[in-house]
């Protein structure tokens, strides 16, 4: 875990990226975030400390951690007044989808109240199955692969699904959810699919 946050704050390049943790390392990071995740509401209310504070909201990276990287420099790393909500689709169709996961994992245990993920389709066991993500685990990890990608599915299940920052700007994937599964941002469960 500190490995990847040291290798994000550096600025290294993609390719100097340990592509494949030890699988102690992977399911100690996983279960700290799941923790840190499955105690959030479904809905997220994110307050900002103060007017300085800036919340920048990212959606859809798809494994594309050459964009998060660029991201993170040219808006600046998660801080006491730098707000990140990363709306949904970590994964799926990019080569880099498991890193650019657990690179925001690292983010979030490291900074719980200022990185915040939140769920989209594709962190589905249907997506996963179909779009790439299963296949690039299976591929990284070997015979450890189905255990690993286990895990990201329990710990997409944690993942909130909405946030409402500030009180003024509301954030799902897709937008509004139908009217039967409002009532779902006031419970504690999160369902197995969204």
């Known amino acids: 875990?500190?490995?990847a946050f040291d290798?994000?704050?550096k600025n290294l390049p993609p390719s100097s990226f340990l592509s494949v943790f030890p699988v102690p390392v992977f399911d100690a990071?996983?279960?700290?975030?799941?923790?840190i995740l499955h105690k959030e509401p479904n809905c997220l209310r994110i307050e900002t400390p103060d007017t300085d504070s800036t919340v920048v909201v990212v959606g859809d990276l798809?494994?594309?951690?050459?964009?998060l990287l660029f991201l993170f420099r040219d808006a600046g790393f998660p801080s006491e007044n730098r707000i990140f909500v990363f709306d949904e689709d970590y994964v799926d169709r990019g080569a880099w989808g498991l890193e650019t996961f657990l690179l925001l994992l690292a983010?979030?245990?490291?900074?719980?109240?200022?990185?915040y993920l939140l769920r989209g389709n594709h962190e589905s066991k249907y997506c996963t199955s179909t779009y790439g993500f299963e296949k690039e685990v299976l591929a990284k990890y070997g015979d450890k692969g189905k255990h690993?990608?286990?895990k990201c599915l329990g710990c997409f299940e944690g993942l909130p699904l909405a946030s409402i920052i500030a009180e003024r700007v509301y954030t799902?994937?897709?937008?509004a959810f139908p009217q039967h599964y409002r009532h779902s941002f006031q419970k504690d469960e999160r369902e197995e699919e969204p």
């Open 29 to 35: 990071l996983v279960l700290t975030a799941s923790k």
């Open 107 to 115: 983010w979030k245990v490291f900074m719980p109240h200022r990185v």
């Open 1 to 3: 875990m500190i490995l």
């Open 172 to 175: 799902a994937h897709g937008g």
């Open 148 to 150: 690993v990608y286990r």
């Open 62 to 67: 798809h494994g594309q951690l050459h964009d």
């Open 7 to 9: 290798w994000s704050s």
